[in-house]
């Protein structure tokens, strides 16, 4: 009997072929009783197989509720587009570009990545800007477009660039790049949203009032060299006497920031008199005045604060040596690098 029904059906089917014209175009080869039952040329639930998957739209979210009509109008389901933005229509209006997959899916329209297409494009959202509200900066009337007034802060901020008051921006002529000294990740213009990295603010520098360096109320004539601020303490020194020793006035060939001044450290020694930091003299000394007796003149050197104790040796060592005698001087000048290599 099951047999019987089912070569009736498979004639009707054959004989139905012949009479109706497929709607699905003369290149579709998919059978028939993949898709249709004898019940009617409709899409019949029970026995369709068909594998969307395979196709270059898999049925996700969405797509897979609605009818095949939606998306094959025309039945040649060639025909269907397989860019969301051949279906659907671009609310944004360009202002999102073309790819909608890059913030969408067929699921729904909402987004919940905002701050991470932020990040991924020249705008990352930190500091205030992740409070702000979106119209805030995408000021279309309808909420669907998104377009900016540009990203550079002097785009969005230029009002409250020319009614700065402490400091008057316009009168100091600070530079329109907020960014060198206003943090993109700050959440206010003041206070620790400042930043002077330009001359860190670190060690003996910390702890300051801006006026403490900013003496004129000006910022813009600040000078960062060390001797501008220093002068006095420069002239003041005794241990030693920088100015009888001629120092360099560029104290950050000697010093750092650190509090005290002390110790200083003067690697060009090395390579402008003697070495002392490397060769064999690094870490035999602990002061300057072991061999810079006279702190008021660091021409004046001695050797023999540490080589005297030698004497007899260091002259038994020498015998023969034409030009050899015991004084400093002479020692340098046959041990210029305090090697016994020469
Ligand atoms: C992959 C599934 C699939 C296959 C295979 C298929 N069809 Fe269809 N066919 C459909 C769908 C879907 C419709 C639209 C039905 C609807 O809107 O309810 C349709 C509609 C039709 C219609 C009605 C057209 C109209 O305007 O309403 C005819 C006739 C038809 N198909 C013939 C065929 C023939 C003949 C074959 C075999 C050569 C075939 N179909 C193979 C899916 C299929
Ligand atoms: C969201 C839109 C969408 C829906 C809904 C959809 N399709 Fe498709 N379908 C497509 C796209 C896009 C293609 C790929 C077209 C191409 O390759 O050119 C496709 C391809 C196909 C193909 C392969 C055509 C071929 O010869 O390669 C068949 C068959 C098909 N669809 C049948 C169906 C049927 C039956 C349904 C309903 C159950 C359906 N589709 C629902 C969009 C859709
Ligand atoms: C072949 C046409 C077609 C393509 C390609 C297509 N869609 Fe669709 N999509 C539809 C149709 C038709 C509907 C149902 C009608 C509607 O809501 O517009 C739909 C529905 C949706 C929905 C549900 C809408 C709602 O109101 O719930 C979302 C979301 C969606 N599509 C996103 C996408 C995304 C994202 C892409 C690209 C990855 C895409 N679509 C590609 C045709 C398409
Ligand atoms: C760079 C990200 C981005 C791209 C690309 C993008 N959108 Fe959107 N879209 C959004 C955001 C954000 C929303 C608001 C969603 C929310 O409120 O959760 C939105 C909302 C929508 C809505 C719902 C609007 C409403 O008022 O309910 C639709 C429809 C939509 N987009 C369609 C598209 C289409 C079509 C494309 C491709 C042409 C596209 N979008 C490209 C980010 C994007
Ligand atoms: C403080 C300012 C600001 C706020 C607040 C802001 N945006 Fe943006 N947004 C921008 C800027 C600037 C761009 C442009 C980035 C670029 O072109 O690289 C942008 C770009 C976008 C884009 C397009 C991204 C792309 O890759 O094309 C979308 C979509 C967007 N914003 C959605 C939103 C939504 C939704 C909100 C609220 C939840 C929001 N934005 C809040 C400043 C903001
Ligand atoms: C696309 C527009 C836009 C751009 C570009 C932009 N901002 Fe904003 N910014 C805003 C909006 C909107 C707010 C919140 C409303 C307000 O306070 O003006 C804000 C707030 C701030 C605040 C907090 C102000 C306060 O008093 O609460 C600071 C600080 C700030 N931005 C710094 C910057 C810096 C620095 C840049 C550049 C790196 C920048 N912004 C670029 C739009 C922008
Ligand atoms: C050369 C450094 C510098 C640049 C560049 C700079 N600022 Fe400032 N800004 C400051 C300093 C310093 C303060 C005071 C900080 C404090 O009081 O803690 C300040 C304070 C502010 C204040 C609060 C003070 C007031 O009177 O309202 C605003 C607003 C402000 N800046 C906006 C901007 C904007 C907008 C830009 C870019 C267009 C910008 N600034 C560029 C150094 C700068
Ligand atoms: C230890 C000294 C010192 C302290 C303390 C100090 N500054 Fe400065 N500041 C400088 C120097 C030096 C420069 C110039 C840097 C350069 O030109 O390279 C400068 C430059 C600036 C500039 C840039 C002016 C321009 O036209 O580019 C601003 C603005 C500024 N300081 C604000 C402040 C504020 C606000 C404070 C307090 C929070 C502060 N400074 C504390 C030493 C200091
Ligand atoms: C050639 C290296 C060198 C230079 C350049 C130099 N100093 Fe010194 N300075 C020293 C040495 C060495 C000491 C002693 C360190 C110790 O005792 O640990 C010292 C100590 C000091 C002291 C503390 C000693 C005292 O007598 O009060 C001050 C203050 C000081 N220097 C300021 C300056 C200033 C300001 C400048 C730049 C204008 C400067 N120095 C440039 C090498 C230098
Ligand atoms: C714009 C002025 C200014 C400049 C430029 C400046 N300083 Fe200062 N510095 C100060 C002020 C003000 C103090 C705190 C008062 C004091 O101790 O003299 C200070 C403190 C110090 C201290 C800590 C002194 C102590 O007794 O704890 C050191 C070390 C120092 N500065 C080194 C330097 C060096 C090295 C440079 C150059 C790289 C430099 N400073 C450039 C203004 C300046
Ligand atoms: C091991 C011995 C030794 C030590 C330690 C030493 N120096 Fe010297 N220094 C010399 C010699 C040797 C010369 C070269 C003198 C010459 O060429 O006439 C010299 C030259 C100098 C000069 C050049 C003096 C001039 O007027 O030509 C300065 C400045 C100086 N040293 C600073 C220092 C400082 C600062 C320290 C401590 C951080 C230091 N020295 C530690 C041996 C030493
Ligand atoms: C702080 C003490 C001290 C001072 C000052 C000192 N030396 Fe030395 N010197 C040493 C020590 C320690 C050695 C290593 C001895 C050893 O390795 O046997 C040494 C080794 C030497 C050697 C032998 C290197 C070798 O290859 O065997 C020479 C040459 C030398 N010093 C020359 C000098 C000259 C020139 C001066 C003066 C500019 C000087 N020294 C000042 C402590 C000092
Ligand atoms: C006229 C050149 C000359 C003078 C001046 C001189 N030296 Fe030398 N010195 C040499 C030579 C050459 C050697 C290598 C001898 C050898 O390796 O046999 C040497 C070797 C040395 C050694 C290594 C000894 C060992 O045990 O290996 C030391 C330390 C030394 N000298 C220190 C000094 C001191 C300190 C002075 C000053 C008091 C001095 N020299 C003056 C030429 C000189």
Redesign the pocket.
Known sequence: MRVLSFLIMLLTLLIVKQQIKSPHGSAFKIGCATCHSTKGWYLDSTIYSFDHNTTR?PL????N??TCR???KSLVFTD?????????TDIHQGTAGSD??RC??????LVSNINEIHRMGRFPLLGAHIMADCNDCHKSADGTRFDITGVNCIDCHRNDYNSTESPNHVKAEFSEDCSSCHPINSFQWTGAGFNHNFFALVEGHSELQCNDCHTTGKYSDTSPDCYSCHQDDYMATTNPNHTGANFPVTCNTCHSLTPGWKPANYTLHDKLSFPIYSGRHAGTWNACNICHTTSSNYSVFTCLTCHEHNKTEMDNEHQGETGYSYNSPACLNCHPTGNSDR
């Open positions: 739209l996700k979210g969405q797509h509720e609605i939606l998306c094959h269907a587009r397989t860019e969301c933005n051949e279906c659907h909608c997959s969408h899916t067929p699921q729904s329209w």
